[in-house]
């Protein structure tokens, strides 16, 4: 928190170093903050104050911590920097980084940076990064690291120490040590805590848990990261086809995937395909072509509606209080259908509704949009009375009893539209959030005005 | 997942075992799972098959899994456990659970079972328990847990490797130490990576870090786990108003807090009052509750958009057209509106726009909806003639120009309004996704219902 209040001020004063070349001061200065605030420093100097500033504080930074800031930039910034990179110093980068990082950098450059950092990695490295990128994009494989510390059942505790501190610098955990066999089976799983409270001579295959939580590479992430979170997890072992143990998903891995899947079910509920910039660094041009189709769907899906209300042109006709409760009515079944689809969307995404719940949920969602359906109703004929005075027009009643019982009735059809297209949606493998904006909105429309016009036939059909 | 599939079958097998009383084979199958799925199988077995198997297969678990066990169940059998306890059973089960998850079910409990639980405990745990009870819901300390490792920045790593040894068993996280003085004030954090891979006599004051991000008890909740999420951090401490550190914030909690989060956001926007509950186990009465405010609220409200309708009747009289196209309108306008709102509001939740920004949002929304304005009108001028055959109709080229302006106003319009109330309810210290529905919704169907009537009376007036 402090450092977001000092970002502008240092800015200013990094700025004013260089332009001293007071490079030893830059270099204490920036030694001091944390990498994702480095990085969004740098960013500030690049947008704000001007592209060479940027390169001189970027060159200032220790080996390690350049590497870690440059993970923590986006895309655009690294291409920016690799193109700016000698090979040395591109090598440099991609030593010090996490090979999952790598991947990640590399699934986002263009062909010739690509070709570039495939040249400055080593020929072990090449072949790991070629094997992690062919795992799915939505895969646990995509997300997990390979840098993790193994262990062999016939040590001791004192000899896994002793491995934990030869290897452990460069993995990205130590604290979760895996056992495995001679084939990379998974055998058991020791913890740093567990080592620390034992005797120096236990056997890791006495001390091991053998009841090890463990995902394949080809689960979906998602999956993967709420089973960490459900365990509580620290970290997660990701096997092969072939149950040899091939990496590991890390807790800090797993909170961006949660975050980021979320992020694209809110834009997805919200009829805007989700992109992975933050807000402002969005162009106009993405944000306009996320959105576009939605409304463009939206609007050709309305022709519906305008065929229905033409088509009954004359009962509404008998009154323009029926055309005037048009937008209550639509907006409520919407509303009630909204209530119900996020709820269930939700409870599909968090597992705790599967498609064999679907009679269990239908019924509780009758009896609430039974409920719901009723006390709106009896409230709206009170509004009808008290506010639009309808009982001092001609059939004001029956035009009432009209809206009433419409209301009524597109809450129920609102709510089990709303409750069964998502799990509908999952059991044919869709996207549950896709299927709902603005899929159930239209559908809860166009059922809704027919239920209007069809109910306003029927009462007023002979007035009309 | 092997768990979940098996669940079925373990239930049976269980409630045969209890039937003919081999306890020890119960035993022996229950130790081998882990404490969540123990809690969805008793759970289970609890309401599938009956309340005494249930007790009695909770009674066979060792003390420490009953207590992890216990934590992870939900507040109703928690409460059903509470009341069937000795207690003996209950100051056991206390007694080895962490005082965070203690306050948690304290919470969730009547006032006669938290009276029982207060008894039980021993005099120090009742006054932190009372500590920790009086920070605000929705704050840092209120999910922070009071047991982490203190070290003292003149022991050497030899001396901090016992420390750990010695009470590292109850504490939730033995993995960031964090270095005090004798005034509690935070001096620095030293990992058990730092300590394994430094020199036994190294002074822990020239191992730690100095530069430690903290919280204190009174941030808000969801920005403490972002913070931690940011930084990949595996803990975060917790600071008093005076500096002290009174806790810490571990990955796990920050899991869950963001995900609750997210729950609530995803809820408020689609309408309804969130609940910590999981659906299926969600009364009917309370999604009625969380539900009906919302829909009472936009049927009242959708009096303003019956009211602009009535008075403009001679005016949308002039074609049935005029009225079929009002759904598609307003439909328009509140997906445009949303699409923008829960942009912003999900920029503001992650922390990436803030209302100084609001210039910039602006500016960037009224571009893109100049770009989705035309775009769509384009379309819609291309459906009115395609599909309705508008040009075949009297008027019919300009009840199109009417619409089609209508569509580029309203989108236009609609995007401000969404992206202008989240950042205003933000500046006034109100929830951005509480305003967005029905709030957003009303406004923009009142705002596009009039710029509709009225420019349908500019240019239709004549002939009306």
Redesign the interface.
């Known amino acids: ?1 402090e450092f977001l209040e000092e970002k502008e001020n240092l800015v200013e004063q990094i700025t004013e170093l260089i332009v001293a070349k007071k490079y030893q001061t830059i270099k204490e200065t920036l030694s ?3 990498p ?1 605030d480095l990085a969004e420093l740098l960013h500030e100097i690049q947008h704000d104050v001007n592209k060479e500033d940027f390169l001189i504080a970027f060159r200032l930074l220790s080996k390690e911590l350049a590497a870690d800031v440059f993970v923590e930039m986006d895309s655009d910034t690294q291409e920016l920097l690799i193109q700016a990179f000698s090979d040395k110093e591109l090598e440099e980068v991609l030593q010090n980084i996490f090979l999952d990082d790598t991947v990640d950098i590399i699934e986002e450059m263009p062909a010739n940076v690509v070709r570039r950092i495939m040249r400055q990695s080593s020929p072990e490295m090449r072949i790991m990064i070629n094997k992690i990128l062919k795992y799915p994009d939505d895969s646990a494989g995509s997300v997990m690291t390979i840098e993790y510390v193994s262990l062999r059942e016939t040590m001791t505790v004192a000899e896994a ?1 002793a491995r ?2 030869k290897v ?2 460069d993995k990205e955990t ?2 979760n040590c895996y056992v495995v066999d001679s084939g990379s089976k998974l055998l058991g799983l020791c913890t ?2 567990n080592l ?2 034992a005797d120096q001579n236990t056997l890791i295959s006495d001390l091991m848990e053998t ?1 090890v ?1 463990s ?1 394949n590479t080809l ?1 979906d992430k998602e ?1 993967a990261a709420q ?6 997890f ?1 970290a997660l072992p990701v096997l092969d086809q072939e149950e040899r143990l091939v990496g590991i998903i890390t ?2 891995d ?3 995937v ?2 980021d899947e ?2 694209e ?3 997805k ?4 395909s989700p992109t992975d910039t ?3 660094k969005t162009s ?1 041009w993405s ?2 072509k996320n ?2 189709p ?3 769907i ?3 899906s ?2 519906f ?3 229905i ?2 088509s009954y ?1 004359t009962t ?1 006709a008998v009154s ?2 029926l ?6 009515i ?3 079944g ?3 259908g ?2 119900a ?4 969307i ?2 599909i995404a ?1 597992g ?2 599967e498609f064999r ?1 679907a009679l ?2 239908i019924w ?1 969602e009758l ?2 949009s039974l ?2 359906g009723i ?2 109703s009896v ?2 004929f009170g ?1 009808l009375l008290l ?2 005075k309808l009982h001092t027009i001609d059939n004001g009643m029956l035009i009432a009893l009209v809206i009433c019982l419409t ?1 009524l009735a597109t ?1 129920i059809l609102a709510k089990l539209v709303g409750c069964i297209l998502p799990l509908l949606a999952k059991v044919c493998h869709l996207d549950p959030a896709v299927v709902a ?2 899929f159930i ?1 239209t559908i809860v ?1 166009v059922l809704s ?1 027919l239920i209007y016009c069809f109910i306003a036939m029927q009462l007023l059909g002979g007035i009309a």
Chains 1, 2 share one sequence.
């Open positions: 928190m001091e903050l944390l994702p120490f934990i501190r452990g610098i130590i604290y740093v805590k620390l409270l009841n939580v995902v689960t999956e089973t960490l979170g459900k365990y509580g620290m807790y800090d797993a909170i961006e949660i975050q979320n992020e079910d809110f834009l509920l919200a009829g805007t933050p807000y402002l106009i944000l306009f959105r576009v939605w409304l463009l939206l609007m050709i309305a022709t509606t305008g065929m209300i033409s042109e509404l323009i209080t055309t005037a409760c048009i937008p209550m639509m907006g409520t919407g509303n009630a909204s209530q689809s996020v709820t269930i939700r409870s968090l705790e509704v719940d269990k949920v509780k009896r609430v409920l719901l006390t709106i409230a709206c509004k506010i639009d209301m809450i904006n603005p909105t429309d005005l």
